[in-house]
């Protein structure tokens, strides 16, 4: 092992971090074998949108810039995942090529192209927005994301195919949106279905991995220069110009990542619904990660991850009862209420504000 | 892994004079924001083997509230009638009605997964219903729909049609375990054609309906009907105010300037009575013939609108309670006025979706006794081709090939002498109609258009 890899995580202040990332490692991998199939789901999905949330607050809680429109990149991502698995894969003959393998070249295709388009709007999108601050960052965000939502809500890019001579006049099939089916994959003898409603572990264990890359490809950034220079951005902008930052191009290059890892976490959620609607680009859709982060706690890496977990699982129990059921926007209020007055950095402060009460009392 | 240099910073004042730091406003707009859409996300925004467990997903919130509402009182009053007369198999059966909320498919999940539903009815929306038919269809419950539209989920022919799950402009999403006990679009749209045709001839028709998929396709299919039936219609306008929208009086003011013989509309629900009080206001019930609607003949909208309601216009729906004489209907209107007279928030006669609702759930229980269990590959065996005989719109029967109940629609002219126990008009001089595959395949024809018979 080169670069005492070794040393460095047997070195006392890592080993504990050391072991709680493999103990959370073995609890995730271990999970859908124990719980049954609705909440091997719950479980994706939430793991999704930890991974999400995470890269909203890339831009959020450390360059602080509050974007209300990160469900633009679900969208460009979700769309594109929705075409390729419907129409692009089959036109490109992948099912005669690989064989029982298909789906997956599709699933990794889909992935990456699904990505890239993320990544490809955020760079678009990003170099406008970055020229505004604050609240104005915010409206601007939100008002992209709108124009998406209409464009594709409104079947824009049908209609302009079709004035081309190009198509049915349909696109992103308006408001019912994309849906498909996915099927079995044969890998070298080994038989599953891709996404299997009723027991979906092999697409749980793979967005286990997808997510896991993918959390830990934003670790490495935030620990990097780079992400140094974003806290320096998001604590006084002036300063950091000072300093000789060009603020405004790093924030158009960390609104490139955000975009780009939320394009990510979107293809998986898309895999995971076998669909996309015009809804999943809607404002209300770009609220969730926002709602995630400030109930996590934006100032640790992690914040937004345990926002996602008490999020979802929180909506999972007002959704066992019919009365909580009933007033879930109260009782969602209300538990956001409690976290904004009485914790400084959501939930992820308060549990480290209760360690820090234990450590005390032990001492 | 938390950041601890900001912790503290943020703990400590600056002291300065600027009133609002950037720490403290980006805090403030993030919260801000989220206590907003706390308020806000509601639209889109709920075994043992001792009993038989149904579930079911209606919207129950929100637009259509007053539609789920009544999909779920009628599923309930079944479910009581039965239990009272021994249940299924000698086993009662127990129901639970969920809410779409904001993740529909989550609920059918959670309802065939952890409350184990054996049979599930449902859904209140058509865009709901084809976004989760591929989750329903790995379930592998057999579910019933019991308020939707859309013809494709019914259409099996992909070949004529297209595959809905495999392009964007499929028009066939027939799913294996998904049936359907209402009329569809295709029903709907054909009455109307046909009462069009049989009592005006050809006219100029103007068109009005809720912007998304379902107005759009309502359209379409009315004037592939038309054309199939030989009407040369002029069409003179086309107006889709948005769902659920406050004001329509920019559109209604379009169809009175091009003054149509005839207005043709796909309003429901709270649109249905948002377009009548706008519409009467406006006048245009004087200046047209008359005004046709697919859906949107229900008592809640009639009850909403109270005195408003022009008399004499014609609007259709999946059930209306006089318009049956027969005894299952009776002993239905009968149940579920003892359930609800007492009730001062829920009208004591059944909404449009009141008879399709209350036949699935009569229809399942001769489906489980007839495969002797829950099984649901046998459930959904015996369904196919499976007569209700305790329909309240009459006998109707499953077709085996594309698991669409033979369901008449009913048309109704308005009126305020109608039979209703409410202040309000209600429809009379009701006349049904039903329509075959064969027939449909024929008037459609050319059209693109899959019967979803």
Known sequence: MSYGVRERLLAPDNRMRVVGVAAVAIVLVAAPFVLGGFQTSLLARTLVFALFATAFNLLYGYTGLLSFGHAMFVAASGYTVAKIVQQVAPALGIESIFGGAALMVVWILALVIGTAMAALLAVFIGYLSVQLEEIYFAMITLSFSMAIWVIVNQDIIGSALAALGIGGGTFTNGSDGLTFRLGEVDLFGLEFRLVDIADPIAFYLLTLLVVAIGMYALYRVINSPFGTTCQAIRENPERARALGIDTQFHSWMTFIISGAFSGLAGAMLVMLKTGILPSDAFWTSSATPVVMTVIGGPYAFLGPAVGAFTYEYLRWIIRQYPLLEEFWEFSFGFLLLIVVLFFDNGVYGGIQRLREYVSDRQE | MSDDRTQQDSTSSDGTSRGLNRRHFLAAAGTGATAAVAGCTGLDGGGGSDTIKIGGVYLLSGIAQ???????????????????????????????????????????????????????????????????????????????????????????????????????????????????????????????????????????????????????????????????????????????????????????????????????????????????SQAAEQGLFEEVDDVFDTIGADPTVYEALGDTTPEGIHMSGWYWPTAYDNENNQAFLDAYREEFQDDDTTPSIPGFTGGSTYAAIYMYKKAIEAAGGTNPEDVISELEGITIDNDPRGQTTIKEDTHQATAPCVIGETSFDADVPYDGAGLVNTQTYTLTRERSLELLDGSGLGPGL
């Open chain 2, 66 to 276: 007053a539609l789920g509402t009544s999909s779920a009182n009628a599923a309930e009053v079944a479910v009581k009638q039965i239990n009272e007369n021994g249940g299924i198999n000698g086993k009662d059966i127990e129901i639970e009605v969920r809410d779409h909320g904001e993740d529909p498919q989550a609920q059918i999940r959670s309802l065939a997964q952890e409350f184990n539903a054996d049979v599930m009815i449902g859904l209140t929306s058509s865009g709901v219903t084809l976004a989760s038919a591929p989750t329903i269809e790995s379930l592998g419950v057999p579910f019933t729909l019991t308020d939707i539209g859309t013809p494709y989920i019914t259409e099996p022919d992909t070949e004529s049609y297209g595959n809905y799950f495999e392009s964007d402009s499929g028009r066939a999403a027939f799913t294996p375990n998904m049936f359907r006990t209402n009329s569809n679009t295709s029903h709907m749209t054909y009455a109307i054609a046909k009462y069009v045709a049989d009592n005006y001839g050809e006219s100029r028709v103007a068109n009005m309906g809720p912007d998304y998929a379902y107005g759009q396709q309502c359209w379409d299919y009315f004037k592939a009907y038309s054309e199939g039936l030989g009407m040369n219609h002029e069409y003179v306008t086309s107006e889709f105010p948005s769902l659920g929208a406050s004001d329509m009086t920019p559109q209604i003011n379009s169809v009175l300037s091009a003054d149509p013989d005839l207005l043709f509309t796909s309003f429901w629900a709270g649109d249905a009575t948002t377009f009548i």
